[in-house]
């Protein structure tokens, strides 16, 4: 096996490795906000969502075996920084949240609402960085397959997720005196 496809699949583990982190994290955030009087929100698309993140780092690994990819370093090098520049807002969002993020929709508003950081910009800063990420990681193998699929697949359950959730915010005076005006995931569109 070439050792651009090892080291590829080796960072394919390690971002199942840090969701798999990021679900304890959430699940223990969650814990608290239930704590002090938050509601989790049923959301029966989550195991969609889910199952999506899964599909991605599965099948980027097998069309990349199996469909014997190539490397193509320009193109492995420009995705590897659209996929570390989508962590890099993922991570900021995680720390402008700290404990009000999860990964699951909670109506967490009666603890306050969050409007500094990404949140200053847009009203759903994850949502895009995700996006950059299910299209990247793929493509830095030249997983073309998977990124596109991975990319309709995120539109067609984020889309539904985002229903829910913003029917949870925007019920909130504070939440849409703050952000009803704001885009949603890029500054200066939409």
Not at 38 to 57: C, S
Not at 115 to 134: K, L, M
Not at 136 to 164: D, E, M, N
Request: glycine share 6%; proline share 5%; aromatic share 10%.
């Amino acid at each position: 096996m070439d050792i651009s496809v090892i080291a590829f699949l080796a960072l394919l583990l390690a971002v199942a490795l840090l969701r798999i982190f990021e679900l304890g994290v959430s699940h223990r955030h969650q814990q608290q906000m239930i704590a002090h009087g938050a509601t989790k929100v049923k959301e029966p698309r989550f195991r969609w969502i889910v199952l999506l993140h899964t599909g991605v780092l599965v099948g980027a690994a097998l069309e990349v075996v199996l469909l014997h990819r190539p490397f193509i370093p320009a193109l492995a090098a420009v995705m590897l920084l659209l996929f570390l520049g989508g962590n890099a807002v993922r991570l900021w969002v995680v720390r402008t949240m700290g404990q009000h993020w999860n990964v699951q929709v909670m109506n967490s508003t009666n603890l306050g609402v969050v409007t500094s950081g990404p949140f200053r910009f847009v009203r759903h800063p994850n949502y895009a960085a995700v996006f950059v990420e299910i299209f990247s990681l793929p493509l830095i193998h030249t997983a073309w397959i998977t990124a596109l699929l991975g990319c309709v697949g995120f539109v067609v359950t984020i889309s539904q997720r985002i229903a829910v959730e913003e029917s949870v915010l925007l019920a909130n005076p504070q939440y849409r005196a703050s952000m009803a005006g704001k885009p949603r995931f890029l500054p200066g569109l939409f």
